[in-house]
């Protein structure tokens, strides 16, 4: 099993531009989650996903969306980027049952906006 | 009041040591407790979680939860330049979903 994969690893936006952060899973797990990490901060949800089509906005949502049509696939889409938006992103899966504290993460994405 | 504290260190410490990370809350709903270590430049991993009040210990590693106090705690026994990492701690609720992580200490074990 790959796990939880990510891509792109890094990437350089200008303020303004959108991208798409891809997220894929194959352990058939039900929810998803997307977090950011800021240097010295724990990490932060930004949305979560029970199965597919349902979605759920976690802490800090704001500037991103996010779209679930498979149980595999998870992207999180940023529109018109900030300099706020620079930081580590991680997408994680867990199991559906109780409890779902065991969350495998990818490898993470940096994305710098200038 | 932050929901939950955590020094982020930096912490370095010689091979061989016991080493105790610690975090505080304010939630008294938590009763998932976990701890996740993270490498550098990785994605963080579970190491283990306690369910409610007690101690749970596994190999070198052992987490202890005070609900009394809101205190959480991860000891690791004979310390390893392998566990060079930062370890964050994370709380949930009954439910389980949501976890609210704190901040990491890092952690340095030198040889």
């Known amino acids: 099993n790959a796990g939880v994969t990510q891509t792109p690893k890094f990437r350089i936006l200008k303020i303004g531009q959108s991208m798409t952060l891809q997220c894929t899973q194959d352990?058939?797990?039900?929810?998803m989650y997307w977090y950011r990490q800021d240097p010295g901060m724990g990490l932060k949800l930004i949305y979560y996903s029970v199965g597919a089509g349902i979605t759920d906005k976690g802490e800090v949502p704001n500037g991103y969306n996010v779209s679930r049509s498979t149980t595999e696939d998870f992207p999180l889409r940023l529109e018109l980027a900030a300099p706020s938006q620079t930081s580590v992103y991680f997408c994680a899966s867990s199991w559906g049952g109780i409890p779902r504290v065991e969350q495998y993460f990818g490898p993470g994405t940096r994305l710098t906006v200038t | 009041q932050k929901e939950v504290e955590q020094d982020p260190g930096p912490l370095s410490v010689p091979e061989g040591a016991i080493v105790s990370l610690n975090c505080t809350y304010s939630n008294s709903a938590f009763q998932y407790f976990m701890w996740y270590r993270q490498y550098s430049r990785k994605g963080p991993e579970l190491l283990m979680y306690?369910?409610?009040?007690g101690n749970k210990e596994d190999g070198r590693f052992t987490a202890q939860v005070d609900k009394s106090s809101k205190y959480i705690s991860l000891f690791i026994r004979d310390s390893q330049p392998s566990d060079s990492a930062t370890y964050l701690c994370?709380?949930?609720?009954?439910?389980?979903?949501?976890?609210?992580f704190g901040k990491g200490t890092t952690l340095s074990v030198s040889s």
């Open positions: 306690t369910y409610s009040s």
């Open positions: 352990m058939n797990h039900n929810y």
């Open positions: 994370a709380l949930a609720n009954q439910a389980g979903t949501a976890l609210i």
